[in-house]
C-alpha cells in the first residue's frame, strides 16, 4: 500500500503517518519529493489501517497496491482451473454449452427441450425453478418441483443440469437435484449465499453483478473459494451502461481480462447479455472467439409463451441447433474443440 | 399499451396482432400512419402479453403506457404519505435526522453516540448489527447483541432507532428491537426479503439500488407495500457512474422525481451517496435544498478507529452538530421545520 | 407519435390537445383505456410540435415512434452500402484491415511501419498527423507535414490511407493526401465538420462517441449522408461505463446492432476500444464473429517509444502479423474472406 | 510516480526498470515487499515514459501520483479566484444568476426577455446564437444577428451577456459581442476552440462534458488558463448514467469537489442538468446550497413556442422571479449573499 501525502505537508505529519505504521510491525519506505512524498508500506494491510491513514492529516490519497482477493487470482495459482463433472471438463480446451429455458415450466416442456438441447450437441441443461421477479405480481417458478422435473429430464438425456439457487435455504436441496448452482446478477454480493456455497460441495457459476467491477467479481469469488469450494466459473452476463437499446451490455472484454486476472473459468451469457434473440447468435460466436470456455444460452420450443416473459430474448431449438453447428467451425479457429452428435470427430 | 409495426408490415401481420389482442378480451385501437401502424391497447395488460406481441411478425416494438407499480404512485394516491413513530413524523412538514455510526461496536461506544446524536437535534439513532461486507476477510458486525446495544442507548437518549436487517430469518428479531427497518442498496431487489417485510408490521426504509431506476425503485416499494405494509421510505443513496473520484455520485434529482411519481417520504443518505466526510456537510445542505423529508449521516465519536474502515465517511460529532444547526436556517428557507434542543421554538 | 394523457385528465385537456394536433395538419387518432388516453399522431411530426405537446396540461408522456434518421437507416435502404476505393471493397464479403501508429512520427517510421502493415495483409495504413491531446502540455502531431508522408508510403506499399481530420478547415488537406477521413470519438458531434464531411467527396470513417447511443450515432452519421455523401463507415471504439480497469467498455453487441438498424459498414476499433495491447488479439477475433465489415488497430514497430504515450495499446508487428494469420481461420468460419499474402487463395 | 513490480519479478526486471528511470534524470525508490515490490519516482515525470515503464516486464501497474493540471489546481493557488466584470463578481460571496432563453429567436423576444431577467434581481443574459443540433434537419440558430441582438438586450437592461462560441473561427465575434464565452459540453474537449479561447481576453464558462471525469474536465480548464487566461468559470450540467428519466444526471457532488480541488468558481446548470422544467427548481435550490457561486437558468416568455424544442425545460418568467425571491432566503442560510431588486438591503 502507498500513503500519498499532500503538497507541502509538514514533516510531522509526516512523521506521525510513519509512527502509525510502524505501530502496526509493518516498514514505511518514505520518498519525498519535490512537491509531495510517497510513504509505501510494507507488509499485509489490513483494510482498517488504510482507513485510518486516509484520515491523517496530510493525506492526499492512499493506494492499495495487491489485490484483496488471493484464492481466485492468477498471481498465486497460475495454471487454469478445469472443473470435471461426469466427464464433462470445463476450463479446459472443451467449449461447453449450457442451453435450456429460463424457467422450468412443466415436466413434459423441459423433457422437450432437453431433447433438443442434447441433440443439438450441448453438455448442460440450464433451467430456473425458483424465479426472482422484478415487479410483485410476476409469475415466481415452479419451486422443488420444477427442480425435480429437471433432474430427472438432464439424467433421461445424458446432460448435467445448471439451476439458480436465490437464498442459502435453498442451497442443501439444490445440490441434491442439479450438478451446478448458478448465483444470479443479483445476488452476486449476497455474502450469506456465497458462504454456503462455500462448503455446498458442488461447482457453482457466479454471475456477474450488472453493476460490479472485475474486482468486486473476483472479490465475490473468493468467498466461495476461502468457504473450500475450489469449483467456481466465472460468468459475465452483460453490464448497466447508458445504452439501452440492449437489455445489457454484455462485456466481451471481461473474459479475456478475467482468464488474465484469475485461474477460473469464464462463461458467457449473450441472453441475459443482450436480452434480444437475434443477437444470441453473433455475441455466442463473438464470446466464444474471445476465449470464453462455455456459452450459457436461453432456449424454448415455444418462447412466445413462455411464462417468464423472457422468450423474447430466447432461441428456437432449430436456431441452437445450427448455432452449435456453426461452433464446431469458428471453435477450431480458436484453440477450442467442440463437436456437435452429427460429426463423426 | 402500444404496439409499433414496422415500416411496410403486411395488413396480414397487422391482423393477426389485433386478433391476439382481442382474444385476451382487451381491445386494439389501430392508427395507419404513412410510414409505420400503431396498435393501441385498452385495458389491462399482462406482461406475458406484451412479450408475446414483441416477438410477432412485423412488431418493431412495444412501449408500456401504465406503470407497472401502483400502490407506490402518486396517481392512485395523490397525497403525501406521512409515517409517525412515537411522535416523529416523517414525510410531512418536518424535517426528520437519523444519525449513527456505520455499526455498532459495543455498548459504551453506542451509547456515547447515541447521547451526542440526541444532543445535536436528530430523531433517530442509526446503526448497523449486520454488516454486508464486501471481501470475505472483513469484520461481519456484533449481531443480535448489537441490536439489543443499540435499543437500549435508543430508548435511554430518547431516539428511535433504525436498523439494517439483510436476511428474512432476521426480520423477526430486528422487528422486536428497532422502530424503523433499512434494506440496503444491494438487497433491493432481495424479494424475498421484500416480501417478508410486507408483513412485518414496522416502518421501512428501502435504499435504492446503486445501479437501479427510478421504475425499478419503486416496483420494489411496491413489493414491501402490496405485502400490506404501507409505511416505507424511499431513500437515495448515490448510484455508479463513470466517475470514481466520489465512491458514489448522489443523485439528488431522484429527491423531486420520486416525491413526483410518488406520495412515499424521500431520506438522502450523503454518507454512502459520496463516501467523503468533507463532502457529507454540503450534499446534506443541497438534500434539504432539494426536498428531502430526512436524511441518515453517519456519525462517530471515533472515526479513525471505526471497525468497519467506512470512518472516512462518518462525521465527527462537532461536525454532525454544526450542521445541525445550520439546517436550522436552511429548513424554513424550503419550507421545513427542524430545531436543535439549544433553541426555543 | 404518441400522446399519453395521464390518469384522469378531463376532457377539455384531451380536446386542446387534439385541436394542437390537428391545427398543424396532422390527425389524432384518440384511444380511452381505463386509466390513461392515448392520442396518436399520424403524419410528419416536427420536433418542436413534439415538445409543445409535451409541456401542455395533461400531456404524461410524448414517445417518439419514427426514427430521426432516415438516410441511415435500414428501413429504406434495405440492400448493405459497399464502400468501394481502389479495388478494396467495405462493407461486402472481405474482411478489411486498417493498421498503423498511433502517430505519423516521421517518414522512416511511417514506411517501416507501412512494409510491416502490407506484409501482415492488411488493406490500409493508418496513422495521426493532427492529434486531439487531452492534456495542453502533449505531443501535438506532426500536421500536414505527417499526412504527405503517409501518403508517400501508402503509395509505395500499395495500402489505401486513413487519417484523422479534427477540423472543417482541414477536411480540404486531408481529401487531398487520404483515402479516407476519419472522425474522432470527441468530434461525432462536431456538426460543422460533419457538414463539411458530407460534401468532401471522400470515404468517411465516422467513430461512435465515448457516451453515445446507437441513436445519436446514427444521427450523427445522417448528418454526413445528407449533405450528400453516401461513403460512410460505422466504427465501434469503446463506451465509457463504471468499469475502470479497460480504458473503455468496447461494445461488440453494437456490431449486429448497427447492421440490423442501418446498411452502412461496421468497423471496430479494439485498440482504443479496451487500451491494452494483450485484450487487442482476443478482442480482433470476437468483433470478426460478431460480424465487423473491418478492423482499424494500433501497430508500432517501437511502440514503447511512440510519441503519443499511446504503445501500450498497439501491437507489435510480429502480434500483428500473426493475428492477420489466425483471421484467415476465423474470417470464414463466420462468411468472410480474409486472405494474407502468403497463402494462394 | 508509483511502478508497482508484479508477484515475483525477478531482479533483473526490477533492475532494468530502475535504469530507465535513472537514464530520465530522476531517483527511483525501490521498496520490496513479500509479493510485490514498488519504485517510486521522483522528478518531473514525462507522460511518455510513464507509457514506457508500463510496459517493461515485471510492470503491473504505474500509477500517477501528481495530479496533471497545475494552473487549475487549489495546491498551488489556494485561495478562490473572482472573476470582476462591470461590478459582477463570480466566485466570491455573491450568487451569481444568470438567465435567458436556450436561443435568441428575434430582437423582440430577447428584449422582452431581459426586462425579465432584470427585473427578478439576476446580473446575467444568457442565449445561444449558434446553436449545436443533434439531428441535421433542425434549427441551427440566428448567427451573429442574433448576438447583436442580445448585446442590445443586455446593455439596455444592465445585463451582462453569455453565449456559447462553438468554433475557432467565431470567437472573435462572440468576444465583441458578449462578457462571458460558454463553452458547450460537447467542445470541452475541443483542443482548438480552448486554445483560442487561451488568448481571447475575455472570462470563459466551461460545460463538464456530459462524460467527463473531473479530471479532464480540470485538464480541460487547463488548457484555457495555459494559454494565458485567467478567467475561467467550471459548470456542471448532468452526466450522462443509466437513469434515463432525466436528460441527465445533475452531479452536485460536483460542486463541493471542484472547489476543494480548484480554486476557480462553479456554476450549476439545472436547465440541461435535469430536462424538466419542474425538476429546475428545487435542483436550482439543492445548488445554491451544495455552495455554486451562479446558476445559469433557461426562462423564456413562451416555452411552448421556442425554436429550439428545449422549451420543456424553460422556466416561465413568473417561475423565474419565483425562485430568485426564493433564493433571497435560502443564499444567505449557505452564506452567499442575494438580493432582487424588491428588497431594500
Not at 509493518?26 to 483494510?47: C, W, Y
Not at 445476488?187 to 474486482?215: A, E, H, I
Amino acid at each position: 500500500m502507498i500513503v500519498i501525502a499532500g503538497v507541502q505537508t509538514p514533516e510531522e505529519h509526516i512523521q506521525a503517518i510513519v509512527e502509525v505504521i510502524e505501530k502496526e510491525g509493518l516498514q514505511a519506505h518514505v520518498s519525498r519529493g519535490s512537491d509531495r512524498t510517497i510513504i509505501g508500506l510494507i507488509g499485509n494491510v489490513e483494510p482498517k489501517l488504510a482507513e485510518h491513514l486516509r484520515q491523517m492529516k496530510g493525506v492526499e490519497n492512499v493506494v492499495k497496491i495487491s489485490k484483496s482477493y488471493k484464492l481466485a487470482s492468477r498471481d498465486f495459482h497460475p495454471e487454469n482451473t478445469v472443473i470435471s463433472i461426469k466427464g464433462v471438463n470445463i476450463g479446459g480446451d472443451e467449449l461447453v454449452i449450457m442451453g435450456g429455458p429460463c424457467a422450468v415450466e412443466s415436466a413434459a416442456q423441459i423433457d422437450e427441450i432437453a431433447a433438443r438441447v442434447k441433440a443439438a450437441g450441448a453438455q448442460v441443461l440450464r433451467g430456473g425453478a425458483f424465479k426472482p421477479r422484478t415487479g410483485p405480481y410476476s409469475f415466481q417458478g415452479t419451486g422443488v418441483e420444477g427442480l425435480i422435473m429437471m433432474a430427472e429430464a438432464g439424467q433421461k438425456h445424458g446432460l448435467l443440469t445448471i439451476t439458480e439457487v436465490m437464498t442459502p435455504e435453498y442451497v442443501d436441496i439444490c445440490v441434491e437435484y442439479a450438478d451446478i448452482l448458478q448465483v444470479g446478477t443479483r445476488n452476486m454480493q449476497n455474502f450469506d449465499l456465497l458462504r454456503k456455497l462455500g462448503t455446498c460441495g458442488k461447482p457453482v457459476l457466479l454471475k456477474r453483478g450488472f453493476s460490479s467491477t472485475y474486482d468486486e467479481f473476483l472479490n465475490a469469488a473468493e468467498y466461495i473459494l476461502a468457504g473450500g469450494n475450489p469449483n467456481v466459473m466465472l460468468c459475465e452476463r452483460g453490464i448497466r451502461t447508458f445504452e439501452s437499446y440492449t437489455r445489457n451490455t454484455l462485456d466481451l472484454s471481461a473474459i479475456p481480462v478475467l482468464h488474465q486476472l484469475s485461474h477460473l473459468p469464464v462463461i458467457s451469457d449473450p441472453s441475459h447479455g443482450t436480452g434480444r434473440r437475434e443477437l444470441v447468435v453473433p455475441m455466442t460466436k463473438a464470446s466464444v472467439a474471445a476465449g470464453a470456455d462455455g456459452l450459457i444460452i436461453e432456449m424454448h420450443t415455444d418462447p412466445d409463451n413462455s411464462m417468464t416473459g423472457d422468450g423474447v430474448q430466447s432461441l428456437f431449438p432449430d436456431q441452437f441447433a445450427d448455432l452449435l453447428k456453426d461452433l464446431e467451425l469458428l471453435a477450431p479457429a480458436v484453440g477450442k474443440t467442440f463437436h456437435t452428435p452429427g460429426i463423426v470427430s
